[in-house]
């Protein structure tokens, strides 16, 4: 069964470092989005991408994000100069139609010290 | 603005229980869709069921069901016969039609003893 794959999984970085995770939707999805999730608390919507720009961004995602889809097949997130509060699960997913349910990947932990 | 209200925030059960969670969603659009995640203890979030507005009938899936109800704004989920591997947060969310951004609730974490 065809499933978003995420990398790293984990991934450790000091404040004010540049960090990408990076993401694999599933081959025939159109929309690509990504999800953070402080730990204990509820998932929050970033952006979502579709056809090669973004469709909707939220407040979170400021000037120190960045999504891009460098080929036809991943879709990354970079965060220009992270601080503590970045520290969360991001999760990335992927849907083949607006509306349609959204398929998660696993999520990469980032933890900023 | 589109909102999600999972007002339980911890079940407990023993296994054999059925337990209801509830949601209620607030919005404007008159074209919106509902759905359910589970997040185990293993982090990943797992889809289980998408509703669109205009499809009030209920749904069930082995153990699982769903009632919607627009009168109340409601989306519950029912496990019957909970199992121990029931045990995770399970997550509701709300979709505008004209737009893909999923709006979550702050989830409800169900323990399921032996």
């Known amino acids: 069964e065809p499933e978003v794959t995420q990398t790293p999984s984990h991934q450790v970085t000091q404040m004010g470092q540049e960090v990408i995770l990076r993401c694999v939707p599933i081959s025939n999805h159109l929309y690509f989005y990504w999800y953070r999730q402080i730990l204990g608390q509820k998932v929050e919507f970033l952006v979502s991408f579709y056809n090669n720009e973004i469709s909707e961004k939220s407040e979170i995602f400021d000037d120190q994000f960045s999504v891009e889809r460098p080929d036809g097949s991943n879709f990354t997130l970079k965060i220009r100069s992270t601080k503590l509060e970045d520290s969360a699960m991001y999760f990335c997913?992927?849907?083949?139609?607006?509306?349609?349910?959204?398929?998660f990947g696993p999520g990469t932990r980032l933890t900023v010290l | 603005a589109q909102k999600v209200t999972q007002a339980q925030t911890e079940i407990s059960v023993v296994e054999k229980e059925d337990v209801t969670l509830d949601c209620v969603y607030e919005?404007?659009?008159?074209?919106?869709?509902l759905f359910w995640y589970k997040q185990p203890p293993s982090g990943e979030l797992v889809f289980l069921i998408r509703?669109?507005?205009?499809?009030?009938q209920n749904e069930i899936s082995g153990r699982y069901s769903w009632n919607f109800q627009k009168s109340t704004s409601s989306f519950n989920f029912t496990i019957t016969a909970s199992q121990v591997v029931d045990s995770a947060v399970y997550f509701c969310?709300?979709?505008?039609?004209?737009?893909?951004?999923?709006?979550f609730g702050k989830g409800t974490m169900l323990l399921v003893s032996p």
């Open positions: 919005t404007r659009d008159t074209t919106y869709y």
């Open positions: 969310a709300l979709s505008e039609g004209e737009y893909s951004t999923l709006t």
């Open positions: 997913a992927s849907s083949e139609d607006l509306g349609d349910e959204q398929f």
């Open positions: 509703r669109n507005s205009f499809d009030e």
